[in-house]
Antibody, heavy 125, light 107 residues
């Protein structure tokens, strides 16, 4: 059974930093790209960042570049999101999501077939 | 960035009735379109990918259609557990943008 468990959320002051983690199990973690998606309170879904299966390439939303960094540890089946210089508008539930590629070889990223339960990040003074 | 526009914002439907949700892309995404269902306090759940392929275990009352820029999610006979918010997402290009969602509520 695929499981994704986020942690690391909480209350942080504007300008502060936070590191989110996502523990994955039940699938071959190193074979799939992984992503972070966020949802502000009462709002829709916003794609944040993605990392390739090997970790050699990342892409982030233009609005977040320079502040957020995605990374992974394939040895321990972990996904991370380092968030710096946080702003009140970053307040959201952050989900990690497993990529479902349209094809494996060569890898072509697709939809998100499994999601974690999310971790709430609140940026407020 | 590809903009995804869903309509209507809210759909009021009675149990047992048919629900039709629309999603439009600002440029062609071919068939690289997914639909998700989200209930309050829960993460999104993948329903449809490739515009029309049902995710594993999804009841047959859910169907997706369309290609290019116009897509539809149809729920043939709404059950109580189907009242939720539905999002479309394109994965043709980065960033993988979502629509703003359609809330399906009980009439």
């Amino acid at each position: 059974e695929v499981q994704l468990l986020e942690s690391g959320g909480g209350l942080v002051q504007p300008g502060g930093s936070l590191r989110l983690s996502c523990a994955a199990s039940g699938f071959s973690f190193s074979s799939y790209a992984m992503a972070w998606v966020r949802q502000a309170p009462g709002k829709g879904l916003e794609w944040v960042s993605v990392i390739t299966n090997s970790g050699d390439s990342t892409t982030s939303a233009d609005s977040l570049k320079g502040r957020f960094a995605i990374s992974r540890d394939n040895s321990n089946n972990m996904l991370f999101l380092q968030m710096n210089n946080l702003r009140p508008e970053d307040t959201a539930v952050y989900y990690c999501a497993k990529d479902q590629p349209t094809q494996m070889y060569p890898y072509d990223s697709g939809s998100f077939d499994y999601w974690g339960q999310g971790t709430l990040v609140t940026v407020s003074s | 960035e590809i903009v995804m526009t869903q309509s209507p914002a809210t759909l009021s439907v009675s149990s047992g009735e048919r629900a039709t949700l629309s999603c439009r892309a600002s440029q062609s995404v071919s068939s690289k379109l997914a639909w998700y269902q989200q209930k309050p306090g829960h993460p999104p759940r993948l329903l449809i990918y490739g515009a029309s392929t049902r995710a594993t275990g999804l009841p047959a009352r859910f169907s997706g259609s369309g290609s290019g820029t116009e897509f539809t999610l149809t729920i043939s006979s709404l059950q109580s557990e189907d009242f939720a918010v539905y999002y479309c997402q394109q994965y043709s290009d980065w960033p993988k943008t979502f629509g703003q969602g359609t809330k399906v509520e009980i009439k």
